[in-house]
């Protein structure tokens, strides 16, 4: 062996040429250049086994996982839930629509974790989602009702099945006015705010995440979708509360600029303020303040610097940019003429939104609630707490920066109370002094100056307390809200109230009464917007016995009289907000009654008669609600006879002539319900003829026109199930000319579409031709009813035209007696109907149609001579609902026609004998045959 050179070469420079060698060469050459150092070489060699280990680094996985589990399809079940269809997907979900079998019978949207993404921070977001949910039990949040794990060991839970589409093409296809849709967002906030006094805070609030369908006829939101909710007392745990680096946690065109800086420990329920603002300025003006597209395009840094610097455009001017056509397009799904809905939004609207959009959030906002109450007085036509941005930031400064005069003046605030409550006290003593030195003139002389100047000294000390209190919950307040500091108002809203409450109504001056309603007024306001209803009722409470007192005190004036009604509403809200339903009437029925007695003190004044109006109208729908229908009815003719003398002084008058055709549609409902028919059409043709009017005086308002073709298609329907189908099919084809202008003018609104075709089948229906003349109209109907339910698979309203297709066309096969393909469209009917009389919240009208294919189930089962299950029947009376004690036709009728096809006559009688005595007849030939309702 050669002995080592003296100069050994550096570990790197053996390790180089070694590298340049074939593995078989390495052995000699590492013998030459290393001998006789041992440690030398088992370093090189080292390195040489780590580099040729790296070289096979990406040859394969860092871990061994195992094989996947078998992705779920449809047909799988899981527990008692056999999944149906895939819905929806997010970045670790699948959510499938899923059929419950027990307990219950219903639809659900089950959620599971996807095969592979069950690592375990994916995990556990999944689980925080989870509980999340399970956190909240708010009417307009989807519930939570399961959670499991499936055979393969993945997480699950099971929520409510929504049924709806994003609020904003709700309102857009609806072509919602302002004040509905003002209305709408105001429910979404208070169903947010419920979700942040949980301690949860959503984080991507978006359209698709707000779905709306119509329930009993009125648009009900629900919140879904909080996958990447975030706890905000921490309770979840802290690894729900990470992410990776860098990653957006929401969508950008709604994501609040402390979301964009990537501080997602420091976000927020104010972020979601933010998100609320975004989704007032698209509904508002049909178009987000920044656009999605252009957003996408920037980047991510752009995006970023988008959002935390560039101010969007107020609404108004927003609007006064888009094209004629688009501004157009906009007014016309709002209801208004542009130039009119330009000065709606400016104002208060600008100012409420662009509050929402404050870069700084202690500028915003402070809760949901507090946005949901701004809205809710701009359309009660009071001031809005939203102010310019000058005012909002010098109060900024003030409240960050001088913290000591906000605690300065909150002393002086408390040590006045305190200090008008001696003065006061040592000023009745007085007053009983003066009384018992009467007897002794000199004494009393020297009283009355006692008197005088305690009751000065009291007045003044009370006037500066009062006044200063007036600032604080009134002007000052709102400052304080918009930074989310209103409890620096606790110490001095309890030490107000002990104030109040300590005070003799008779030894306060008529100015103070005055003074100190408002306050009270002010403080119930503030009590509120903290969701502390039973404190803010106390406050009102209050109020109300200050404006009683001037009441009593002035019982000739009007304006004392209007007050103690307003302080009377606002109980009746408190009321209503904690849930005290029978307080909430009590309280209703007292701000009704104060509406007679103004009325009966101020004559036919519009301020007067429309207090009234609102009283009744207030009553009637509570009763409504409740299933009364004949004291609501009371309230509504009420209501009708208040609008009256403000009608016939100012005919022409757009509101009222409104508030007069919706009192003529209540009224419609409920006798038609009741099966007084000749009543019913009276009412609906009150109510087509102002719509008419309506029409004439505003005719670039769309809204018009579309009531004018409901009220013709209510007028229709009573004509039809009155037997008149010649006088019925004459208002259809008035109401399908007017929906026809419509359409024409904006051929994309999906609502006047679907009304349209609707009007074609019960047209249809009245088989004023043979089957065979109308099968291919309703063939044509039912594809385009079935394409629409398919585009929008959410939406209850297109199922229930589809299914309502169905089962017309399905009649007509059965006429000619073409079973086989009479059985096959009732088929396609079937599973729809499911879905529908499976959701909890189906209404009558639902119930009715679902029930209609189980009837035509059996029909055409019968005519095939095929038997039916054993529970078929059974199955279609638990559908439609009771209906022995109804009065609905819709109810009636199909519950009839139940009984005599399961064999039960006598069951049928009572029912078909109350549809006659209602003067009912069918449009369709079988069922008057059957049960003997002909003309």
Not at 136 to 160: K, L, N, Q, S
Not at 549 to 569: I, K, S, T, V, W
Not at 622 to 639: T, Y
Not at 695 to 700: I, M, N, R, S, V
Request: net charge neutral; glycine share 6%.
């Amino acid at each position: 062996m050669e002995a080592c050179p003296a100069d050994l070469k550096p570990d790197d420079d053996i390790f180089a040429e070694a590298l340049e060698l074939p593995a078989a060469e390495r052995p000699a050459f590492l013998d030459r250049a290393c001998a006789g150092q041992p440690d030398a070489r088992a370093r090189i060699e080292a390195l040489l086994s780590a580099h040729d280990e790296a070289q096979r680094f990406l040859e394969r996985p860092l871990t061994v996982r195992p094989p996947a589990g078998p992705e779920e399809e449809p047909g799988t079940v899981i527990g008692p839930y056999t999944l149906r269809e895939r819905i929806g997907e997010g970045g670790c979900g699948v959510v499938w629509l899923a059929q419950q079998s027990t307990p219950l019978r219903r639809f659900v949207a089950l959620k599971v974790i996807k095969p592979g993404m069950d690592t375990r921070s994916v995990i556990a977001r999944f689980e925080s989602e989870r509980q999340t949910l399970a956190l909240m039990t708010h009417p307009d949040i989807a519930r939570i009702y399961d959670a499991g794990t499936t055979p393969a060991g993945r997480p699950y839970f099971v929520m409510e099945y929504v049924e709806g589409i994003p609020i904003t093409r709700f309102c857009d296809e609806h072509s919602l006015a302002m004040e509905r849709r003002l209305e709408l967002f105001a429910r979404v906030c208070l169903a947010l705010q419920h979700a942040h006094q949980k301690g949860v805070i959503h984080r991507d609030l978006k359209p698709s995440n707000i779905l709306v369908s119509l329930r009993d006829g009125a648009p009900c939101p629900k919140i879904i979708d909080f996958g990447i909710a975030k706890a905000t007392t921490g309770g979840m745990g802290g690894e729900t509360l990470h992410t990776e680096l860098g990653l957006f946690m929401g969508t950008p065109a709604y994501m609040s600029p402390e979301q964009a800086e990537l501080r997602h420990d420091d976000v927020d329920t104010r972020s979601d303020v933010y998100a609320l603002g975004v989704l007032l300025y698209e509904l508002l003006t049909g178009r987000p303040p920044y656009d999605p597209k252009e957003l996408v395009r920037a980047g991510v840094f752009e995006i970023r610097r988008i959002i935390r610097e560039v101010d969007p455009p107020r609404p108004s001017t927003r609007l006064s940019t888009l094209t004629v056509e688009d501004r157009d397009t906009v007014a016309r799904q709002r209801g208004a003429a542009p130039p009119r809905l330009t000065a709606v939004l400016k104002g208060d609207l600008d100012w409420i939104v662009m509050r929402c959009l404050e870069k700084e959030r202690d500028r915003r906002y402070g809760t949901a609630a507090a946005l949901a109450e701004d809205v809710q007085r701009h359309l009660r036509q009071q001031p809005v707490e939203a102010r310019p941005p000058h005012a909002l930031y010098r109060l900024q400064k003030f409240a960050l920066r001088n913290r000591l005069a906000v605690a300065a003046v909150t002393a002086v605030t408390l040590a006045l109370v305190a200090g008008t409550t001696v003065s006061t006290w040592q000023a009745v003593r007085a007053t009983r002094a003066e009384r018992l030195a009467a007897t002794e003139r000199d004494a009393a002389l020297a009283a009355r100056g006692a008197e005088a100047a305690a009751r000065a000294d009291a007045q003044r000390r009370q006037e500066q307390a009062e006044a200063l209190l007036t600032f604080m919950l009134g002007d000052f307040r709102t400052e304080l809200q918009k930074i989310g500091r209103l409890e620096l108002l606790d110490r001095i809203s309890a030490q107000a109230m002990e104030y109040f409450e300590s005070l003799d109504l008779r030894d306060v001056t008529d100015t103070a009464l005055t003074r100190q309603a408002k306050a009270l007024t002010q403080l119930g306001e503030v009590r509120l917007e903290q969701a502390r209803f039973a404190e803010a009722e106390q406050a009102f409470t209050a109020a109300h016995a200050r404006a009683a007192a001037l009441a009593a005190r002035h019982p000739q004036n009007g304006d004392m009289l209007y007050e103690r009604a307003q302080a009377e509403f606002w109980i009746g809200f408190a009321a209503r907000r904690r849930g005290d339903l029978a307080r909430q009437r009590e309280w209703l029925v007292k701000y009704r009654d104060t509406g007679v007695a103004l009325a009966a003190l101020e004559g036919a004044t519009r301020r007067s008669h429309l207090e009234l109006a609102s009283g009744h109208h207030n009553l009637a729908v509570l009763d409504v609600d409740a299933g009364n229908f004949a004291p609501a009815q009371a309230g509504f003719v009420a209501e009708m006879a208040a609008l009256a003398p403000l009608l016939a002084a100012a005919p022409n008058d757009p509101e009222l002539l409104y508030r007069r055709a919706d009192g003529a549609s209540w009224l419609g409902t409920i006798a038609e319900r009741n099966g007084r028919y000749p009543e019913a059409a009276d009412h609906y043709t009150t109510m087509a003829g102002l719509y008419e009017r309506l029409a004439q005086l505003e005719p670039a308002d769309a809204r018009w026109q579309f009531e004018l073709a409901q009220s013709l298609t209510f007028a229709g329907t009573i004509s039809a199930i009155s037997g008149e189908r010649a006088r019925a099919a004459g208002k259809y084809s008035e109401a399908m000319a007017v929906l026809q202008k419509l359409v024409a003018l904006d051929p994309a609104n999906k609502r006047w579409q679907s009304v349209l075709l609707r009007l074609q089948l019960t047209q249809a229906a009245l088989r004023l031709a043979p089957p065979a003349a109308l099968l291919p109209t309703v063939s044509e109907v039912r594809k385009k009813f079935v394409t629409l339910a398919a585009a929008e698979p959410a939406s209850v309203n297109f199922a229930r035209l589809a299914v309502m297709a169905w089962t017309h066309e399905a009649g007509l096969l059965l006429s000619e007696a073409r079973l086989a393909e009479a059985h096959d469209a009732i088929a396609q009917a079937r599973p729809a109907a499911e879905r529908l009389w499976l959701n909890p919240q189906a209404d009558i009208w639902t119930r009715h149609l679902a029930c209609h294919v189980l009837i035509m189930e059996g029909r055409i089962a019968a005519a095939r001579g095929q038997p039916l299950p054993a529970d078929h029947w059974r199955l279609a009376a638990e559908v439609l609902g009771p209906a022995d004690r109804a009065q609905d036709w819709r109810l009636l009728e199909p519950a009839a026609l139940i009984a005599v096809l399961s064999g039960d006559s006598a069951a049928a009688a009572p029912l078909v004998a109350r549809l006659k005595a209602f003067g009912h007849r069918s449009a369709d030939p079988y069922v008057a045959a059957t049960l003997g309702l002909t003309e």
